[in-house]
C-alpha cells in the first residue's frame, strides 16, 4: 500500500512596518490579515521594524505599532521583544549582515559601486529634460556615468581606498522578461530595461528598503509576502534580486486599498475627517495627541472584524466572529484585487455585535478608561446598568449617554416631550407618583398601579406614561419605564417628581 503523508511546511510571515508615525489602519489590516494567514496552520507571525530610514524616524512609533497589535489581540511570535537565530528584528541592528550580502551582489557582478554625485545626477537630469526625455540610470545610461562598469579596476580601488562615497547599485539585466506572480493577483510580465538599477546601498552605508526587505525576507525564512498593493510596482524588482542571488522566492499576496468612505482615493487623514473617524487604532501622543478608534468607543473585536472585510469576506451573512474563529475561516486565496472603501456604519455595526457579546465587567472597564464621565459610581451598579442598556449602542462611547439617567437626575426637561405631556392633571399625576412612593412596598407593580389608578381617574395609558418618563428621565427616551423605576428605586422616583413639578411649572409652562 503506498502511504501519502502531506507536509504542511509551516508558514513564516512577516509585518514589516517603518516607524515613521502611528500604525495606519491599512497598515492593521495588513497585519492582521498576516497573523490571520500564519495562526491558521500554526505558522510564525513575525514582526520586523524597517528602520533603516533613520531621518524619517519618528519617536514613540514603535512602541505605538507593538502597543496597537497587543490592544487588537495580535501578539507577534518573534519581534524585537524577542531572541532567536532569525535576530535581530530591528533593520538597523542589521547591518553587517547588509555589508556582508551586498558584497556577494558585487562580487557576482550582479551590483556595481557607483560614484556620480548629486550635482552630476541632477545636471544629467537636466540634460535628458531639455531632450524632452526622463533621466533613468540604466543600460542606456551606466556606461557614460562613474561607476565600477564604466571605470577601470584601478580607478574604482583607489576611490574605494580613498573613501570616495558611492553607491551600490543593482545591475538590471537589460530586456529580459520578468515574469511575476501574486497570489491574488496572477500572473504578469514586465520588461527589465523599463527598470532603473536601484541604489542596494546608500552613501552613508546603510540599505535601501529593497536590498534589506528582500535579504530579511529571505534570511528570516519567510514563505509568504503579505503587504499593501503600493509595493505592487516594485515587485518585479524583488523577483530580480531574488533570481541575482540564487535564492528560492517566497510567495507573494499584495492587499487590494482600503479607500476613502467615497470610493475616491485611498484613505486619506481627510476622507477620515470628512467621515468623522480616525485613521489610527489607539490614541496617538505625537506633536498632537489623536485620538484612535478606542477612543471612539470602538473594540478591538469589533474592529478586527470589521478589517477583515475589507478585501475579504468571512461568510456570506457574516455576524459577529472571534479573532480565533476569523482565523479558522482565513484563506488568503479569496481575497480580492479591487480597493474596498471604508464604511463607519458597518464598523459601527460590528462593533454592535460585539459588544452585545462581551460582558458587562469588561464594558465597564472599557467605559471608564474613556473618562467621559467623572461620576463616582458603584462598580456593581454600573455593571448592572450597562446590561440593562448595551443592546442599544453601537459603540462603548454611547452607553454613558444611554444610562446617564440611572444615576444622575435630570438636569432639564426635553422641550418637544414636555409639549406632548397634557398641562391638565399634572399635578394631580405627580401627587400620585409621589403618594404611591410613599405607600407601595411593591416597587415592581409600581407602573401597574399607576396605569389602575390613571384607568380610574380618567387619565390615558399614554398620558401616564410620558409623564412619568419625562419626570424620571428628562424626556421621551430611555429603556423600559418599570425598569428604570426598579432600578433607581422608590425614594429617588419620589424626588424626581418633587424638583419635576416644582421646575416644570416654572421653567417650562
Ligand atoms: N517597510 C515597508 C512598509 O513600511 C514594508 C513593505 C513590505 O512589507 O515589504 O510598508
Request: glycine fraction near 8%; include cysteine.
Amino acid at each position: 500500500m503506498i502511504k501519502i503523508i502531506f507536509i504542511n511546511i509551516l508558514r513564516r510571515v512577516r509585518f514589516a512596518p517603518s516607524p515613521t508615525g502611528p500604525l495606519h489602519i491599512g497598515g492593521l489590516r495588513t497585519a492582521l490579515f498576516n497573523y490571520l494567514f500564519a495562526k491558521k496552520t500554526g505558522g510564525s507571525f513575525i514582526l520586523r521594524i524597517e528602520d533603516t530610514d533613520k531621518k524619517r524616524e519618528v519617536a514613540g512609533a514603535e512602541k505605538y505599532i507593538v502597543d496597537a497589535l497587543s490592544w487588537c489581540g495580535i501578539f507577534p511570535d518573534e519581534s524585537p521583544a524577542t531572541k532567536s537565530a532569525f535576530g535581530p528584528y530591528r533593520q538597523s541592528e542589521r547591518n553587517h549582515i547588509y555589508s556582508k550580502e551586498i558584497k556577494k551582489l558585487v562580487e557576482s557582478g550582479r551590483a556595481y559601486y557607483a560614484f556620480d554625485s548629486e550635482e552630476e545626477l541632477a545636471s544629467c537630469r537636466k540634460e535628458c529634460e531639455k531632450r524632452g526625455e526622463t533621466f533613468i540610470y540604466n543600460y542606456q545610461s551606466r556606461l557614460a556615468l562613474k561607476n565600477s562598469l564604466s571605470m577601470s579596476k584601478g580607478e574604482v580601488a583607489d576611490l574605494l581606498k580613498k573613501g570616495r562615497r558611492h553607491v551600490v547599485r543593482f545591475l538590471v539585466p537589460k530586456d529580459k522578461n520578468v515574469k511575476t506572480v501574486d497570489i491574488i493577483r496572477g500572473e504578469s510580465n514586465i520588461n527589465s530595461s523599463l527598470l532603473d538599477d536601484k541604489i542596494l546601498m546608500k552613501a552613508n552605508g546603510t540599505p535601501t528598503y529593497h536590498f534589506a526587505n528582500v535579504v530579511d525576507d529571505h534570511l528570516m525564512k519567510i514563505t509568504h509576502v503579505i503587504r499593501g498593493e503600493e509595493w505592487l510596482p516594485s515587485l518585479a524588482l524583488h523577483f530580480l534580486l531574488y533570481e541575482a542571488f540564487g535564492w528560492k522566492k517566497p510567495s507573494f499576496a499584495h492587499l487590494p486599498l482600503i479607500l476613502n468612505p467615497n470610493g475616491k482615493g485611498k484613505l486619506s487623514k481627510r476622507g477620515g475627517e470628512k467621515g468623522g473617524f480616525p485613521l489610527f487604532p489607539i490614541r496617538w501622543e505625537g506633536e498632537t495627541s489623536q485620538k484612535g478608534f478606542k477612543e471612539h468607543g470602538i473594540l478591538p473585536a469589533g474592529l478586527v472584524n470589521y478589517l477583515t472585510t475589507l478585501g475579504w469576506s468571512p461568510k456570506e451573512d457574516s455576524e459577529a466572529l472571534s479573532l480565533e474563529e476569523l482565523t479558522e475561516m482565513f484563506q488568503l486565496k479569496s481575497v480580492v484585487s479591487a480597493g474596498a472603501n471604508f464604511d463607519l456604519e458597518k464598523l459601527k455595526w460590528y462593533n454592535h455585535k460585539h459588544i452585545q457579546e462581551a460582558s458587562n465587567e469588561f464594558l465597564v472597564d472599557e467605559l471608564q478608561a474613556l473618562n467621559i464621565s467623572q461620576q463616582k459610581i458603584e462598580r456593581k451598579r454600573l455593571t448592572e446598568a450597562i446590561g440593562m442598556v448595551k443592546e442599544r449602542a453601537d459603540t462603548v462611547s454611547e452607553l454613558w449617554g444611554l444610562l446617564e439617567y440611572l444615576f444622575l437626575d435630570p438636569k432639564e426637561y426635553d422641550e418637544k416631550s414636555m409639549k406632548k405631556i397634557k398641562k391638565d392633571g399634572l399635578n394631580k399625576i405627580c401627587s400620585e407618583i409621589i403618594s404611591l412612593c410613599k405607600n407601595t412596598d411593591d416597587p415592581g407593580g409600581f407602573i401597574d398601579s399607576l396605569k389602575v389608578w390613571g384607568g380610574d381617574n380618567g387619565f390615558s395609558t399614554g398620558q401616564i406614561m410620558m409623564t412619568t418618563r419625562t419626570i424620571l428621565v428628562g424626556g421621551l427616551i430611555g429603556i423600559d419605564l418599570q425598569k428604570i423605576i426598579s432600578f433607581i428605586g422608590l425614594e429617588v422616583v419620589s424626588k424626581r417628581t418633587m424638583v419635576f413639578s416644582k421646575k416644570a411649572y416654572l421653567t417650562i409652562f
